[in-house]
């Protein structure tokens, strides 16, 4: 009996942590749904429906990493971050309001922790889209370094 308590236990936590996993991928979500939605209601079948909305997610994902990673303009990376951080914390705060909902009655309280848990996965929305830039480029270079100038003298 113990067992399957902290088994329940463990599996509570793993799917609470996958929600929010998941949360950070609001927008792509969020629009392969709607994608899915505007094809079923044109009058095509399911698999039609499903095909649209992961292809519509997937390009969305896979179009706001590549446009993060290519500009330099630390603007419009902030505007694309940004675009995919806001969705994100919206998710992560009705998530947290739903799973309070559950436990306790609606308060200041309810609305504290799901708005700290709504910044917390905007902010993991945030570092998974900078994570896929890479480093090197956003780093400017020592003036000190030997391989800049050649005649500073070596200790």
């Not at 399957?4 to 799917?15: E, F, N, R, S």
């Not at 997937?58 to 902030?78: C, D, E, K, N, W």
């Not at 995919?84 to 436990?103: H, R």
């Not at 009655?105 to 889209?129: H, M, P, Q, V």
Request: proline letters at 5%; one cysteine or more; charged letters at 5%.
């Amino acid at each position: 009996m113990t067992l399957m308590i902290i088994l329940g236990g463990v599996a509570a936590l793993y799917l609470i942590w996958l929600l929010f996993r998941l949360a950070t991928f609001a927008l792509p979500v969020y629009s392969a749904v709607g994608a899915g939605l505007f094809v079923h209601a044109q009058g095509y079948g399911t698999a039609a429906m499903l095909l649209a909305g992961f292809t519509t997610g997937l390009i969305v994902y896979l179009t706001g990493q590549a446009v993060f990673v290519s500009v330099r303009s630390p603007l419009l990376r902030f505007l694309v971050a940004l675009l995919f951080a806001v969705p994100a914390g919206f998710a992560g705060y009705q998530a947290m309001t739903g799973l309070l909902g559950l436990m306790i009655e609606d308060g200041i309280w309810t609305n504290c922790l799901a708005f700290f848990a709504g910044l917390a996965t905007a902010s993991a929305a945030w570092r998974s889209l900078a994570g896929a830039a890479p480093a090197s480029g956003l780093s400017a270079p020592d003036p000190q370094s030997k391989e800049l100038n050649p005649s500073t003298p070596q200790a």
